[in-house]
């Protein structure tokens, strides 16, 4: 009965070699997050999918990069990971916006070597 | 200044023991609050939201102190289990409410 499931649970990847994170839920819930979390410190939004609509933070690197192709699934894709990538990825989805909870999934943890 | 502070801890306590800790918020604007646990290497989970006359979930209780602007959690009797990092989270009120976290307050229950 898992609701937000995110694959793979850990990744390895070479420096500069692009990566695909992949996040999907079965509670048919609008929006759609992605957070990057580093050791001790705050989940830190990346950006969020309303349906369609995408939206980025002002402070997310062009290097990532997110497709959501339809309700299910949400993509995390980064281009060209450097050793400070290295770090949890949560994707996260609520029915809404303003006042809904948000749902986390078990995260993939991404190694950079 | 960080939007979310919290106190990163650890705070050891004996089990069966009660343990408080406090959360402050810059946004006066904020309208929703929530306390999240996070285990080591998990994904956080919601523990309880928190409302503007304070609620109560079985050992757990949370307050909001909109004056000072700040958030508290109390854990009563504390359990092995409870040992976790506890993420104070606010909502903002702007149209799409982005989450505000605290980077958690770590609790090691002892036995």
């Known amino acids: 009965d898992a609701m937000v499931i995110q694959n793979p649970r850990y990744q390895v990847t070479q420096f500069g070699k692009p990566v695909t994170l992949s996040c999907s839920q079965t509670l048919n819930h609008n929006v759609m997050y992605w957070y990057q979390q580093k050791s001790s410190q705050a989940p830190k939004l990346l950006f969020h999918y309303y349906d369609k609509d995408f939206n980025n933070e002002a402070d997310t690197p062009d290097n990532f990069q997110s497709r959501r192709p339809n309700t299910s699934f949400c993509f995390l894709d980064i281009r060209s990971p450097g050793l400070g990538d290295a770090a949890m990825y949560l994707c996260a989805t609520s029915r809404g916006l303003a006042r809904d909870e948000q749902y986390f999934g078990p995260g993939t943890r991404l190694t950079v070597t | ?111």
């Open chain 2, 1 to 111: 200044r960080k939007e979310v502070e919290q106190d990163p801890g650890p705070f050891n306590v004996p089990e069966g023991a009660t343990v408080a800790f406090n959360c402050t918020y810059s946004n006066s604007a904020s309208q929703s609050f929530f306390w999240y646990r996070q285990d080591c290497r998990k994904e956080p989970k919601l523990l309880m939201s928190v409302y503007s006359s304070g609620n109560e979930d079985g050992r757990f209780t949370a307050q909001l102190n909109r004056a000072s602007q700040y958030i508290s959690l109390l854990i009563r009797d504390s359990k092995l289990s409870d040992s976790a990092t506890y993420l104070c989270v606010v909502k903002t009120t702007d149209s799409w409410g982005k989450l505000q976290f605290g980077a958690g307050t770590q609790v090691v229950v002892t036995p």
